[in-house]
């Protein structure tokens, strides 16, 4: 959904209340395994499926990178009931394959209420590639067994190699804008909340694309630094996640033990992203305990699936910038990685 378009009706339900019944919720975007509803003023994030957490990881990447001002809240009656009813009225062709949440009341969601004070917010889905391209194989596997077309528009990983130029990183936003409204891809989504048109102008896109393009090429600033940093975190990641180890990581015995303890792997993921924010090097693949191993495809998978938005605020025109999509992946879901890496390769063979 571009610019926040509305997809639901005003039917009014049993038991709304009449906020509820004036301002229905709009879809207006998807990263993973959340989906993103707005109200008025506020954004609810709702998960699709429960999932484990460990908020340390997260808050501690927030010690490092800004990270979109998310806070927990319970989801009431009300909102429950519009949840549930909400598959019933979304007629964007984009969501046809989208798994809906039902939630139920008390159950926890993530909200955050100030999107009035906003111009326009830009949500970019950079995707980093993998060495040997174990992500990309896992990502065509999952959009053709969902139906999903497979948009290969922009390679994976160009818009960081976009970042060293102000030209080049215009191209890149155009681009993905107008894959994004032909396609339905995620590399980038635009939410204006001042208004419900379905897409931008090209004057529009000019300077908002522009503004964003300038805060990720203005060599020193804040933005520019932060992703640079992010840069450098995910090269030294991606050199010690390639296919091959993902295939060694899965084959070893220690995966039996280390799959199921999420909390053990966050810890040393915090530890491990504070190192490399700070600028220390990661010893060779060999060298490293099979923990490390584990939770560097695990970091890297995460830090690479993370979405990047950019505020442009009505007050004073400045470019904010903030981390989201950040809950560490759990390593059970390695194992379908390394399957879907396998597949291809055999594919390739052949």
Known sequence: VHRGKMLCSDQNLHGRDLASVTSPLRLVGEGGRRLVFRRNKELILISKVSTA???SFEQTIGGLFPLFPWKPSRITESLSQELNAFPLQVRAKRYAGTAFPRPSPGE???SYTGVHDLLTVVCIKPHFPSKGGWIESFSLQRKTDAGQHFCDCLARGAFYKACTSKDRLVHWLNTAYICGLNHGSNHLTVYDFASDASALS???TDELFGAVACALTGGNNSVCIQIYKLIHMLEALQRVSSSTHLQNVVSAKEYAHFSSNYRTLSHRA???????????KLPPYDKLPYVDKLVCILLFKTLSDASLLFYLSKSDEKVQWYLTDLALKSAERVGKWAFASAANDKHREQ
């Open 53 to 55: 957490s460990d908020e």
């Open 202 to 204: 090209s004057s529009e």
């Open 270 to 280: 915090i530890e491990i992203a504070t190192q490399l924010y700070a600028g220390e």
């Open 108 to 110: 926890t969601c993530l």
